[in-house]
């Protein structure tokens, strides 16, 4: 498996759970540290595409204010 931040090599491992006793199957990349299980991918994968921007671009005027008014 390839690590989705950096596509270096993921080895799997057993990721503990802070709220409980137990133990999680997860993926590890051993060049950047990324840890995988799958509640993470579940997270991941199940989100809507980011929206785009609607900053303004460099080099676009800027809205003109006269008389109280914007233009």
Sequence with gaps: MRCPRCKGFMVTTQ?????DSGQVD???CLLCGEHIDPVIEG??????SP????A???GAPT???TKGRFR
């Design 26 to 28: 997860g993926w590890r």
């Design 56 to 58: 303004r671009v460099p």
């Design 63 to 65: 809205a003109k204010f």
């Design 15 to 19: 990721l503990k759970e802070l709220w």
């Design 43 to 48: 997270n991941r994968t199940g989100h809507a």
């Design 51 to 54: 929206v785009q921007s609607r």
